[in-house]
């Protein structure tokens, strides 16, 4: 069983940064795969970023260049820094974890506005 606590969210203005963190119970961290998704308002649930065990990386067209997902496995944490945010970028964020389950934090809310 892996539990998935995010935090880091908040609100920023437009141009600015945050990094999420998303910290993973249990001792298998080092094996998941693991994303970050976002739901915006009356939006469906979108991937954002996904990093594997082997620290291969894949973002959304829409974040690539902004975004940066990376992982220590030595605190069992991943991380999204989030660049030059856009107010489109508003969304609650959510931390994702696969290994032969599929697992889902409580999501924290980002709000891009001026």
């Known amino acids: 069983q892996v539990q998935l606590v995010e935090s880091g969210g908040g609100l920023v203005q437009p141009g600015g940064s945050l990094r999420l963190s998303c910290a993973a119970s249990?001792?298998?961290?080092?094996?998941?795969?693991m994303g970050w998704y976002r739901q915006g308002p009356g939006q469906q649930r979108e991937l954002v970023a996904s990093?594997?065990?082997?620290?291969?990386?894949n973002y959304a067209d829409s974040v690539k260049g902004r975004f940066t997902i990376y992982r220590d496995n030595a605190k069992n944490t991943m991380y999204l820094q989030m660049n030059s945010l856009k107010p489109e970028d508003t969304a609650v964020y959510y931390c994702?974890?696969?290994?032969?389950?599929?697992?889902w934090g409580q999501g924290t809310q980002v709000t891009v506005s001026s």
């Open positions: 994702n974890a696969v290994y032969f389950e599929n697992y």
């Open positions: 249990g001792s298998i961290f080092s094996r998941l795969f």
């Open positions: 990093i594997t065990s082997g620290r291969i990386t």
